[in-house]
């Protein structure tokens, strides 16, 4: 029996991540385990309010789940003391207003990722939230994969020795619309609706980057538009304004170089959606979603370029699959446990709506290097101390010649 309930407020829990990831993976989750234990040994129960534009799609959603509370009067909600946090899972152009109603509320606040469609609109969040003086948290799922958490074990053991370089490639083939369904929604290809696939995933590569690595100090980054024209989901064509996908490169503080593909417009040869490979003195490693490869110094091959005489190293064979010795629950959900501890015994949260600006700082400065042509630089941001945007962010020529 859980000594407490917290109620939860779930805007936009009808949609791709707020039904799956959100209520599903994370809410029902919780509630079905008995709640989230507190370091005292207790248990903090959690109770869904959800909240969408459509009474039927909630009521079927409710029913479905066995959820007593939805409703469509997020104002009502926001005024309702029994909801003390209130969660964002909008598209991404919805999602400042409903913030900013809900920091005037004084919930706490919870929410996807991009916080903001702009850097301004993401700090001003911050800002607000730092000022009305309300938890606040945003969504940093990357890092709770257990490809990833394998990959922190290994930098915290020192087995890499100097990390040099991470080379990283996330992306698939997002169908068209036309002869087959695209398996995306079709706002993620209109840059006035808050899509591109910088905006979508430089916020995670910001904080996948500043955790593991060091904070990113530079970027230079080529947007492009490779499919104009796309078939939405009542069969219309539309024009993708949208980049969908984009080629960059990191400069990270304390010297490591990091370069990440992200494309919908790729076909897979990798074992999985994304992949990070990070070069060291000591050795070097393959992460993935899941999985984690390993291939230390003194395990390394001699290959030599010789195009007269095929290769006769199996190079897949030479790495070394690390072993699965711990039990990975979805990241979502394991995120979500924390916050609510933030939010009910103020247990650490690093992962806050400023950390969300710098996600939204790195998407635009790699828009403006885009547009521009040039690496920019990254300045930092405090919440009072904003430099300007990103389009007038101080640049600088890359270093070296020819890149
Ligand atoms: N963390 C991740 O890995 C990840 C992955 C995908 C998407 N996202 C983010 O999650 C958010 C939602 O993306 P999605 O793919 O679930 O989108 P979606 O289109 O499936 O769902 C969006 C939700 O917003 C609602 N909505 C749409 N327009 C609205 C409006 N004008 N006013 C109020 N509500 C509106 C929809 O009804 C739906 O419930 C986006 O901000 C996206 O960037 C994060």
New binding site residues.
Partial sequence: MAEQTIGIIM????????YR?HLVRSILAIREQGGVELSDGTRVQVEPLLV???EAKLAELAARHGIEHYTTDLDAALADDRWQIYAD???????FP?IKKAIAAGKAIYT???TAESFEDALELARLATEAGIKNGV?H??LYLPGLRKLKRLIDSGFFGQILSVRGEFGYWVFEGDWHPAQ??S??YRSED?GGII??MFP?WNYVLENLFGRVESVYAKAVTEIPQRVDEQGEPYAATADDAAYAIFELAGGVTAQLNSSWTTRVNRDELVEFQVDGTLGSAVVGLFGCKIQPRNATPKPVWNPDIPDTIDYASTWLETPETEVFENGFKVQWEDFIRHVVEDAPNDYDFLAGARGMLLAETGLASSAQGRRLEVPEVTVDGAPDSASGAEASELSGAGA
């Fill in positions: 805007n936009g829990a009808s949609g791709r991540m707020g990831q969408g534009r459509s899972f909008l598209v991404t152009k919805a999602r409903a996807e990722k991009p969504v799922d990357k995306r929604p706002w993620n808050g905006v979508d995670h």
